[in-house]
């Protein structure tokens, strides 16, 4: 046998004992004389037989053999060094559509808006590597957000001791404040972490009794041209015999650290006492007197609510919009420059007055709507702001009949569909009360105007738009959650609303699906056969 060749199987025999020493170092895991000792020998054999290699390899090496693997090793080196490089300052890119492995804006504005220590203890195990990435990623975005991971199985004592039984639960940790999260959703993370971070849980109370929406109700109904259900415009009645369910509004307003309660007024007003915002969900019927009058205390002092009423209903809660500078329109809005799909009663908003309601708000509709007007005289001590209106070519139509605008019944827009009135208390005196209860008989009881505090105030003329059937559409739902966010006085908050990653689909306005038929269809197609016909006449 060749000596070189002999040498060469030793060279190889040496190689192959320092990567058996190094398996073992990985499978042992603590340093082991075994280990040790195969390492030893094998560097040894490999040293020996290089040595006496040492002419071929040098032979080589000057060679085009020698060129390619010193190219090769040059190029591992530099795979090596990026890869140290990686590990010491981590990089990710999401590259899904939607940011799927990212975290949501406004999670990452809520994380940093966090000012107090908080501490997150994570049981996972090693299949979780997408729910550990999550706090990592939310641990990224706070220096007093501190994050800690544990395997249960590895480490029961420290499951034991935080109460933990089974892998997949994190316990958060904020000034003697803890809770268990035993969801790997953001969504659901975040919420963890801003009651914890809060302290506090508001409550939301919807009222009952008049065919209101149900927030405790998954009722739906199929909306689509041509796929029947019920309309909420043109030519639909007062629905008496279901109410539509708005439980995809409750989770999302639970999930944002909410509390959801149904309430009623039959038996006085105490029942608020507890509420941060009261939500009128589109009654059916007129509330009594006595409830009215609870409403109105309650708004009195301080509090805070959201008035969804639908077209040509009568509520009761006139007079109570009254004292806050708002009349209500006994009319339908019709819009047919703006509307979603071929609804013209469903008017569609795109640019909302400035408000911290709006922000951040993609394009919304209103499938039904009432339109809002100031009143004669200013209420004194109210700020009054209209956030969504129609579109110019719109108009209040006030015969529920027939869809025709009459120059001297109806009103032209733009048209107020959501205000916000905002009132303090010791801006107006007396005789500007007196005033104003002269001009505008019923307007609201001066003792109405006398109070503590301020109080805030959202009126949409539709309730229909976040109840199930439309809150996932567009900006609904976001509309809705930034409006309790701005009642409860939660601004921190606007914009936040769970993420959700529905099949993509496009949704848009009568003006919208026009232009783009006339893009597609005549414009482009036309253009082409123009520069057809002038390339043909050329070569003529």
Not at 87 to 95: I, W
Request: charged share 20%; aromatic share 8%; with cysteine.
């Amino acid at each position: 046998m060749d000596r070189n060749f002999r040498h060469g199987l030793v060279l190889l025999a040496g190689l192959f004992l320092l990567a058996l020493a190094g398996i073992l170092q990985l499978l042992l895991l603590d340093p082991d004389p075994w280990a040790l000792a195969v390492a030893a020998a094998g560097l040894a054999i490999t040293a020996w037989a290089g040595w006496q290699l040492r002419a071929d390899l040098r032979q080589l090496a000057r060679g085009r053999r020698g060129e390619v693997a010193l190219t090769t090793l040059g190029l591992a080196g530099i795979l090596v060094a990026a890869a140290w490089l990686m590990a010491l300052v981590p990089a990710r890119f999401d590259l899904t559509r939607g940011g799927r492995y990212s975290l949501s804006e406004q999670s990452v504005a809520m994380l940093k808006r966090i000012d107090k220590p908080m501490r997150i203890t994570f049981f996972g195990d090693p299949m979780m590597r997408e729910t550990a990435d999550l706090y990592r990623l939310i641990a990224r975005q706070n220096a007093r957000i501190s994050v800690e991971f544990f395997d249960p199985t590895l480490n029961p004592a420290q499951a034991r001791l935080m109460g933990v039984t089974f892998a997949g639960t994190s316990v958060v940790e904020s000034e003697g404040r803890k809770q268990l999260v035993q969801s790997g959703n953001e969504a659901d993370i975040a919420n963890a972490i801003l009651r914890v971070s809060q302290g506090v849980t508001q409550k939301v109370c919807f009222l009952e009794g008049h065919g209101e929406a149900d927030p405790f109700s998954l009722e739906s109904h199929d909306h689509l041209e041509g796929q029947g259900g019920h309309a909420h415009g043109l030519g639909d009645k007062v629905i008496v015999q279901e109410q539509h369910g708005m439980a995809k509004a409750r989770a999302a307003l639970e999930t944002m650290n909410y509390a959801v309660e149904k309430v009623t007024l039959v038996r006085g007003g105490e029942v608020l006492s507890g509420c941060a915002v009261l939500v009128v969900a589109g009654p059916k019927f007129a509330l009594l007197p006595p409830e009215v009058k609870a409403v109105e205390a309650w708004l009195a002092n301080g509090a805070n609510a959201l008035f969804l009423l639908d077209p040509w209903i009568t509520t009761g809660l006139e007079p109570v919009l009254k004292g806050f500078g708002i009349l209500v329109d006994n009319n339908l809005v019709i819009d047919e420059p703006s509307h979603f799909w071929s609804d013209i009663s469903s008017p569609a908003v795109s640019d909302y007055n400035r408000h911290p309601i709006a922000r951040e708000v993609p394009l919304s509709f209103f499938p039904g709507v009432r339109s809002f007007s100031p009143t004669e005289l200013p209420v004194p001590g109210t700020s009054v702001t209209p956030i969504a209106n129609s579109s110019k070519g719109s108009w209040g139509e006030t015969q529920p009949e027939r869809v025709e605008f009459t120059p001297d019944k109806d009103r032209k827009g733009p048209l107020p569909l959501m205000v916000a009135s905002t009132r303090k208390a010791g801006t107006q005196d007396a005789a500007a009360t007196m005033e104003l209860l002269t001009r505008e008989k019923g307007i609201v009881e001066a003792a109405s105007l006398q109070k503590q505090g301020r109080s805030r105030l959202v009126v949409v003329g539709d309730s229909d738009f976040a109840t199930n059937s439309f809150f996932h559409i567009l900006g609904n739902g976001k509309l809705f959650l930034n409006t309790v966010n701005f009642l409860a006085e939660q601004e921190n908050l606007i914009g936040i609303q769970p993420r959700s990653f529905d099949a993509p689909r496009v949704n848009l306005t009568n003006r919208q699906m026009k232009g783009t038929v006339f893009l597609s269809v005549m414009l482009i197609p036309g253009l082409l056969a123009l520069v057809g016909l002038a390339v043909w006449w050329r070569q003529r």
